[in-house]
């Protein structure tokens, strides 16, 4: 059994997943972070894309660099962003409404309680944020019910088992070198990814959650596990 988290780990995590830290520390990850994840946001949007969908969702969207991307690949669909910190919300919306895309939505919400009715999405997705979430079953299981059958919800984050080669090379592509120094790497380790999933626990909680198959996915120098649930 693992040991019990030291109270600074503790402290630390609380921190990680509050809302009124990402109202104000938000940016950071907005500026200088979410975009090194470029590569998956284009493999998630491979995989939504080509099914045509109408209505999508973004749970957990931040920034909303996913949702804008997914509005731009599929234009005749209506994309929903929800988060649940307001200032996140606001950012996403300016950046959404500098990019002239009209198809898109951002609303204030919580992933365990999403404001939906059920089945009222044909794909759903959510980078980053599922171990932000203080029942992260619970929002899968609200993630399966806003979702109509057989469509899919694809899933990604923090890689737990991510080596700190893996971590620091990941690390490498923040856009600025401040971000680049050993607290960080080691807040990166300890708080960020030894605290998240496995491949094999996303998959779990999705089969839970009622999910009959699901299909690992990932990209080259991403070290976040994805699962991708229909
Ligand atoms: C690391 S950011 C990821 C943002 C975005 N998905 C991306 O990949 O760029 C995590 C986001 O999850 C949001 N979040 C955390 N807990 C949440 C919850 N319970 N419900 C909705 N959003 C949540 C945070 O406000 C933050 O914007």
Redesign the pocket.
């Given at each position: 059994m693992a040991p019990p988290p030291l109270p600074l780990v503790r402290l630390l995590r609380y921190l990680r997943?509050n809302?009124l830290v990402?109202d104000l520390c938000?940016f950071i990850?907005n500026r200088y972070i979410?975009d090194a994840?470029t590569p998956l946001f284009v493999l998630l949007t491979d995989e939504i894309a080509p099914r045509r969908p109408s209505r999508i969702l973004?749970?957990?969207?931040?920034?909303g660099?996913?949702t804008c991307l997914l509005a731009r690949r599929c234009p005749r669909a209506e994309v929903v962003g929800?988060?649940?910190?307001p200032r996140?919300v606001s950012w996403a919306r300016r950046r959404g409404n500098a990019l002239g895309l009209s198809n898109m939505t951002f609303l204030r919400?919580?992933?365990?309680h999403l404001t939906f009715p059920d089945e009222s999405f044909d794909a759903v997705a959510?980078?980053?944020?599922i171990k932000?979430?203080?029942d992260p079953q619970a929002g899968m299981s609200e993630i399966r019910r806003v979702l109509k059958p057989g469509g899919p919800a694809i899933v990604a984050e923090t890689d737990r088992g991510a080596s700190p080669g893996e971590i620091r090379s990941f690390m490498a592509r923040f856009k600025t070198p401040l971000l680049r120094n050993d607290l960080l790497l080691w807040g990166m380790k300890r708080i960020v990814f030894a605290e998240s999933f496995t491949s094999d626990d996303l998959s779990l909680m999705a089969r839970k959650a009622g999910f009959e198959e699901t299909r690992p996915l990932g990209v080259g120098g991403i070290p976040y596990v994805c699962v991708r649930a229909a």
């Open positions: 997943d809302r990402w938000g990850y979410g994840l973004d749970v957990g969207s931040g920034p660099y996913l929800v988060d649940f910190s996140q919400g919580d992933a365990l959510s980078v980053g944020s932000h979430w203080r």
